[in-house]
């Protein structure tokens, strides 16, 4: 069964708008939640959560966890054209388990 | 500091021949991984090494695949015989590692893409 889950699937905006990925997952033993962006190679990381209710930003991106609920969320706000790739989670319990990733279509 | 390092970045082969990948990890970097990417998913772990000694691998198909990592640095990973459903991405990372060192930061490879007819 899927460990990590990531949601939408897929999703388009417009050059300036925000957006909110999501990551849930199913643990034991959860230890971080890792959150990548891969365009057409290989994927680059981009923040790892161990606490729960603490943000992490970097630049536009910021990404919160909520261990209680079993979720992260990545946040990018005014969006650009280079945002554009797929957005992967991964979860470390034991070994890591990357969700199927959110591909990100930004528009002109 | 050099990345991972993959070879090959492409391969294409008829399915029942044989295949193998190569990865060089970054310097000191104890723990290496292995994993396959098919178009559309997320990387699953395929084979997860500490120095030379296996930590996981228990999503290898072991009757076709077989990784080795023999002086704890380098590591190659094998097909044989392949088949159509192993047409993939195969992606290679390391970390620093250590005992419980899951928490370290994984640097991935710029991977090879293996196209299986």
């Known amino acids: 069964e899927d460990k990590v889950v990531q949601s939408p699937l897929s999703l388009v905006v417009h050059e300036g708008d925000t957006v909110t990925l999501n990551c849930s997952y199913e643990?034991?033993?959860?230890?971080?939640l890792l959150w990548y962006k891969q365009e057409k190679k290989a994927p680059t990381f981009l923040f790892m959560l161990?606490?729960?209710?603490i943000e992490k930003k970097s630049g536009r991106l910021s990404s919160i966890l909520d261990k209680k609920e079993l979720f992260s969320i990545l946040n990018i706000t005014a969006t650009q054209t280079g945002d554009s790739a797929v957005y992967l989670c991964?979860?470390?319990?034991?070994?890591?388990?990357f969700g199927s990733g959110t591909k990100l279509n930004v528009k002109p | 500091e050099a990345g991972v390092a993959q070879s090959p970045r492409y391969k294409i082969i008829e399915k029942r021949q044989s295949v193998a990948f190569w990865c060089n990890p970054i310097s000191g970097h104890a723990t290496l991984y292995w994993y396959q990417q098919i178009l559309g998913q997320g990387p699953k772990l395929l084979i997860q090494f500490q120095n030379n000694g296996v930590v996981d691998d228990s999503q290898l198909p072991k009757d076709r695949f077989s990784a080795e990592r023999l002086k704890g640095v380098d590591s190659t990973l094998k097909i044989q015989p392949a088949k159509l459903e192993d047409s993939a991405v195969y992606l290679c990372?390391?970390?620093?590692?250590?005992?419980?060192?899951?928490?370290?930061?994984?640097?991935f490879g710029p991977g090879t893409r293996l196209t299986v007819l």
């Open positions: 161990t606490s729960s209710g």
């Open positions: 643990v034991t033993n959860f230890r971080s």
């Open positions: 991964a979860v470390y319990f034991n070994k890591f388990y």
């Open positions: 990372a390391s970390s620093l590692g250590g005992r419980g060192g899951a928490y370290n930061e994984q640097f």
